[in-house]
Nanobody, 117 residues
Framework: QVQLVESGGGLVQPGGSLRLSCAASGFTFSFSRYVMSWYRQAPGKERELVAAISSVGGTTNYADSVKGRFTISRDNAKNTVYLQMNSLKPEDTAVYFC????????WGQGTQVTVSS
């Protein structure tokens, strides 16, 4: 059974940093073969793509709103994908979800990030 477990969310002041982790298990194929993404959903808004990283980790892409502030990375040996978030803004407040894709798509349960003074 596929499991994606996010962690690292919390309350942070504007300008602060957080590092999210997503630990994966139960994949049919090697973790390294999955495209991994982070999405977020703020109250009353649709879920949106934040960042994605290719299966071999050589290609990344980001939403315009987070470019230069967020960095996605992966450690295939640990079956884990990360999202380093710097210079956080109140508008980054959302539930952040990890997603894995290869033929099928899998989602984690989400972790809350709140940016507030």
């Amino acid at each position: 059974q596929v499991q994606l477990v996010e962690s690292g969310g919390g309350l942070v002041q504007p300008g602060g940093s957080l590092r999210l982790s997503c630990a994966a298990s139960g994949f049919t194929f090697s973790f390294s073969r999955y495209v991994m993404s982070w999405y977020r959903q703020a109250p009353g808004k649709e879920r949106e793509l934040v960042a994605a990283i290719s299966s071999v980790g050589g290609t990344t892409n980001y939403a315009d709103s987070v470019k230069g502030r967020f960095t996605i990375s992966r450690d295939n040996a640990k079956n884990t994908v990360y999202l380093q978030m710097n210079s956080l803004k109140p508008e980054d407040t959302a539930v952040y979800f990890c997603m894995a894709t290869r033929i099928s798509t899998y989602w984690g349960q989400g972790t809350q990030v709140t940016v507030s003074s």
